[in-house]
Nanobody
């Protein structure tokens, strides 16, 4: 059973940068769909970035041009580089995966991490 563990969250002032990491455990294969989602209390979870087994990526309009998703296929670690952070980026961020899917990724992931808090102050 795949297990996902996020790290790298914290607090940052507006305009700053943070980099999230997500380590994959319990699954040796490297190429499958993964993504990052975020949630603010009282709001629906928002899919923000996705990457497929070939490294092709997609972004929501809310983070496009500011956030970059990447994956180290050797170590099986997923990253989210977040630049030009704004207070509206404050949320719990979740790493997610679908080990049964290589391409045509969606945000309907069956496997999730515990989440990590990112707080951006103005």
């Amino acid at each position: 059973q795949v297990r996902l563990v996020e790290s790298g969250g914290g607090s940052m002032q507006a305009g700053g940068s943070l980099k999230l990491s997500c380590s994959v455990y319990g699954y040796d294969y490297r190429k499958f769909c993964m993504g990052w989602l975020r949630q603010v209390p009282g709001k629906e979870r928002e899919g923000i970035a996705v990457i497929d087994g070939d490294g092709n990526s997609g972004y929501s309009d809310s983070v496009k041009g500011r956030f970059t998703i990447s994956k180290d296929f050797v170590t099986n670690v997923l990253y989210l580089q977040m630049d030009s952070l704004q207070p509206e980026d404050t949320a719990m961020y979740y790493c997610a995966a679908d080990v049964s899917r290589y391409a045509s990724c969606s945000f309907d992931f069956p496997s999730w991490g515990q989440g990590i808090q990112v707080t951006v102050s103005s």
